[in-house]
């Protein structure tokens, strides 16, 4: 071998090593953790009330600071501001960024704000959150209530341009184009409720269930099959929860596999009905002391496992039957937004006071 190809040889070689350190360098500061390990992914001193992936990139709807990115494929990832923060709001999960979804190519985004700030509801993006622009025509906008208290947005998977979105003041919008024009499908003006949930049946776009809580501070869900020509109010057993009458509806799931089954986050119970709704059981209580249950996520493909926030995660592999308690590091009060990615069984939630921030579990 000449001495000039066993220079090139050797360059090749030291090259490829470099370029290898380079990489593994690269992703020590975001590697997966390890079975049962919890990671700090940052945005600490973050009220984050909504986490959701998007081609396989993490957003995070962090209220009045605004909405954050991380890309999950890039090991030494930071998150990256996308717009509309605002201090001028009050720092609490029904205000700033409270949800989004994506719409074909469109972000969405669901903003609260005080009334008289005159927000929108909704903002749009076409170009993966560069630029926003107020998108939501249709909205009621009068001196009371604003558009500026939607908090909660869900979509029809297999027409995603088909989105629905509920209010801090008990009104619900569809659009059926993305989210450039929206009509009322339920609620009045000044009614006093708080629609903290909606869920659309993926297999019927015509059936909706909404959850949350009355001017009265009773937890209530409607039920509509008609795409909210006609609504069903239904209500919870009296004594259902830890107090006779404080409680609300915080998030709805449905079970992939069976539409007659629902599952429902509220305060110290997650509640339980496999015949729509004519009866319920508690499946979980406040053994634990008396919290919010925000987010649940079911397993697509093994609708029996499922996984709730609460003070800790709790997760059951028999539909509720049991449940083993995930300790989250230190003490974070509440958990509050739960994405769970099926696939790689990693979570990622979101904790409340003391600290904050983004965590990331491998199960």
């Known amino acids: 071998m000449s001495k000039k190809s066993q220079f090139n040889s050797e360059g090749n070689i030291n090259l ?33 009330g909504k986490l959701h992936i998007f081609d396989n990139e993490l957003y995070a709807c962090a209220g009045r600071d605004g909405l954050y990115r991380i890309d999950l494929n890039i090991g030494d990832s930071d998150w990256d501001y996308l717009g509309l923060a605002d201090t001028s709001i009050s720092s609490m999960l029904e205000s700033g960024v409270t949800d989004i979804i994506k719409a074909n190519n469109d972000l969405v985004v669901s903003y609260g704000a005080d009334f008289e700030l005159q927000k929108s509801g909704i903002y749009r993006s076409n170009d993966s959150g560069e630029t926003w622009i107020a998108s ?34 008990g009104l619900i919008y569809y659009s059926e184009d993305g989210g450039n024009a929206w009509k009322r499908i339920y609620g009045q003006d000044g009614a006093g ?21 009355t001017g009265r501070f009773a937890p209530f869900l409607i039920h509509t099959e008609d795409l909210g020509e006609n609504w069903e109010i239904i ?18 799931q449905m079970n992939p ?49 499922l996984i709730s926030t609460g003070h800790f995660l709790y997760h059951s592999i028999d539909g509720g039957r049991t449940w083993l308690k995930i300790v989250p590091p230190d003490d974070r009060g509440e958990l509050f937004a739960l994405e769970v990615d099926w696939d790689n069984r990693i979570m990622y939630v979101s904790t409340s006071s003391p600290g904050n921030g983004i965590y990331r579990y491998v199960f």
């Open 16 to 48: 490829l090593i470099s370029i290898t350190l380079l990489i593994l360098i690269a992703s020590c500061g975001n590697q997966i953790p390890e079975l049962g390990e919890w990671q700090s992914l940052g945005l600490e001193d973050k009220l984050v």
């Open 136 to 169: 939501d025509s249709g909205m009621s906008n009068q001196s009371y209530p604003t558009t500026s208290q939607v908090i909660k947005l869900d979509q029809h998977m297999s027409t995603p341009e088909s989105i629905f979105a509920c209010t801090a003041t």
């Open 193 to 213: 409720a708080i629609n903290y949930s909606i869920i659309i049946n993926p297999n019927n776009l015509n059936e909706i269930w909404a959850g949350g809580e």
């Open 235 to 252: 209500t919870f057993p009296q004594n259902f929860g830890p107090y006779t009458v404080d409680n609300a509806v915080y998030d709805i």
């Open 257 to 305: 596999k069976n539409s007659n089954v629902y599952y429902y986050g509220m305060l110290g119970v997650i509640a339980k009905t496999t015949d729509k709704g004519r009866t319920f059981k508690r499946i979980l209580n406040w053994d634990d002391g008396i919290y919010r249950h925000w987010c649940i996520s079911i397993n697509p493909e093994n609708s029996s496992e």
